[in-house]
């Protein structure tokens, strides 16, 4: 029977993929309750220990030396001590070692949901430890089932939840439906471990990233900033530590492979990927894209970029309901104004206006030639005067 109960205990471990160790101490607690319960007392100091080869227990009780016995739970005459350990005295400890015939079946049934519940724990520590070492990661998970606005989804070892906030907006989600999720926090709760994961975080965007392009692992590029508003866009910014390395082309992808395949994971959400520069003008203009800008004004104390943009544009730099400017600000991190410029067609004017002017003169140059014409016949009939003969008087 022992040594059934040790193949028991080898079975859980290889099962559960627990260490051995921990169902053992597991199992010694256990016994130690059991005989309190039975057969002494709360107040006792029980150790069990438990072979790890032969299954065989072996319990020991802390009693204390007196002289005359008044409870044999706790107490033991210093004659029958002296047997065990020489040379103790009244007041001293000793261990007694005691084992009831009856022990192995009342502890089997005693210890059975105590050693359960230990077996519980200890998965649940080894499932958090697990997934507390990946917080920040993306994974695969499958849907279990959907209680409202909440998914449960299935990750392998553990469960997690996809509260409604976490959602991308507008996507549906059914039994047995596969996607990727981004694990936000780990948390050890009374019930075991809660793992909250997200399809809307901006980080999962850049985590899908990651697993696309080679040259993000390689350290050739970098993604610098995220902006996102989960079902709607997402801005990124990225930059390249080398010369001659396309970032925004690394992140396309050759006839935009790679990006067109995190969109998909994401259910076709739209991606800019734009040129992150160390200056902020630029920045900001590369953020607003596609969007053409007149004319930046920065406030660095208070950190504003006031930006006038030709009339024309002025819709295209906002955004629907003003998602690019919104997304241009998260992602740069200025409070970002714009204005329609009122000195946006001065080009096209004063192109206009020179031919008008260039006519004018035209007309004042023919005004002139007549003008001229009218003065030199004047003067061409006047000698024709001067020459006639004078009248014989």
């Not at 002494?40 to 016995?69: C, M, N, P, W, Y």
Request: net charge negative; hydrophobic share 35%; glycine share 6%.
């Amino acid at each position: 029977m022992e040594t059934q109960f040790t193949q028991a205990i080898d079975q859980i471990c290889e099962e559960k993929n627990i260490d051995k160790a921990t169902v053992m101490e597991a199992v010694e607690a256990a016994l130690a309750a059991a005989y309190k319960k039975d057969y002494g007392e709360k107040d006792q100091e029980v150790r069990v220990e438990l072979s790890e080869d032969t299954g065989a227990i072996e319990v020991f009780v802390e009693k204390e030396v007196v002289e005359e016995v008044d409870n044999p739970n706790l107490e033991i005459a210093q004659t029958a001590a002296t047997k065990l350990k020489k040379g103790v005295k009244v007041g001293d400890t000793v261990e007694v070692m005691d084992l009831p015939a009856d022990f192995g079946r009342i502890a089997a049934q005693t210890a059975k949901q105590v050693i359960v519940q230990r077996i519980r724990e200890a998965e649940r520590d080894m499932v958090f430890s697990e997934y507390k070492d990946k917080e920040g990661d993306i994974v695969n998970c499958i849907v279990q089932r959907v209680e409202g606005d909440t998914v449960i989804c299935d990750l392998g070892k553990a469960s997690a939840v996809l509260y409604r906030n976490e959602q991308i907006p507008g996507e549906r989600y059914y039994p047995n439906q596969r996607f990727r999720v981004f694990i936000v926090k780990v948390e050890q709760t009374a019930r075991g471990p809660q793992i909250v994961v997200s399809r809307s975080h901006p980080a999962m965007v850049k985590k899908l990233f990651e697993s696309e392009v080679p040259e993000i692992v390689a350290g050739t590029v970098e993604i610098k900033g995220v902006a996102r508003e989960a079902g709607g866009r997402t801005k990124i910014a990225v930059s390249s530590s080398e010369e001659g390395v396309d970032p925004v082309g690394s992140f396309v992808g050759q006839r935009g492979i790679r990006v067109q395949s995190v969109m998909n994971e994401i259910g076709g959400e739209k991606i800019d990927i734009i040129l992150w520069d160390e200056d902020p003008k630029l920045y900001i203009e590369n953020a607003l894209s596609p969007a053409k800008i007149a004319e930046i004004k920065l406030d660095e104390k208070e950190q504003k970029a006031q930006i006038k943009v030709p009339e024309d544009q002025l819709s295209l730099a906002i955004g629907k309901q003003g998602q690019n400017v919104r997304l241009a600000a998260k992602l740069t991190g200025w409070n970002i104004d714009i204005e329609g410029s009122d000195t946006a067609g001065v080009e096209k004017v004063e192109e206009v206006a020179k031919p008008i002017k260039r006519k004018n003169d035209k007309k004042d140059l023919e005004a002139a030639i007549i003008e001229a014409a009218k003065k030199q016949s004047e003067s061409e009939v006047e000698p024709e005067k001067d020459t006639e003969a004078p009248k014989e008087s």
